[in-house]
């Protein structure tokens, strides 16, 4: 039988060798491309945003009233759901690139890009809703384009994240009167 020539595959052996040392890194190898401090930096703002998000989505759920408002209650309820998973992601993230998801109560206000809403009329509610779907979007697409593509597992994170947003931006617009 001929012998074959191993067929080169463009694969950096030395790196994939480096990658089996330093376990206390988990996920993050010598390979990796992005500038972590910034990316983590990046996360928790989006962890404070989606946070305040949740308060606001959930005061505007508990604090509606009457049964004509039934219909945007729930889609309040499920935004907010949706967004506590947007948060869980986040901080999942942070911690598999080593860093501390920042849950600070005292803080979050400052760090988030979106804005709490004390509104009591329904519209007002879907309005501000809407607002803060739009500077979520707004965000996360800076952000994406900020990573670019030296942390594909963050960009794809955010990009999963973003759409879910343009939905709900969706959803309050079409609240709207």
């Not at 039934?70 to 759901?81: N, P, R, S, V």
């Not at 979520?136 to 994240?161: F, N, V």
């Amino acid at each position: 039988m001929a012998e074959t020539t191993p067929i080169p595959s463009g694969i950096d052996r030395e790196a994939i060798r480096v990658a089996a040392q330093n376990l206390a890194d988990g996920p993050v190898t010598a390979g990796y491309k992005g500038d972590r401090e910034l990316v983590l930096r990046l996360l928790n703002e989006a962890l404070a945003t989606e946070l305040v998000c949740i308060n606001r989505y959930k005061r505007h759920y508990y604090t509606i009233v009457g049964r004509d408002n039934a219909g945007i209650k729930a889609e309040f309820l499920q935004h907010a759901i949706e967004e506590q998973e947007h948060a869980d992601w986040i901080a999942q993230r942070i911690i598999q690139l080593n860093g501390e998801p920042d849950f600070n109560p005292a803080t979050l206000l400052a760090r988030s890009h979106a804005e709490y809403d004390e509104s009591m009329e329904v519209q007002s509610m879907v309005r501000a809703n809407l607002i803060a779907e739009r500077v979520a979007i707004e965000s996360y697409r800076q952000m994406i384009e900020r990573i670019g593509d030296t942390d594909p597992t963050t960009k794809q994170l955010l990009i999963k994240i973003l759409a879910v947003e343009e939905e709900h931006a969706d959803d309050m617009r079409d609240l709207l009167e």
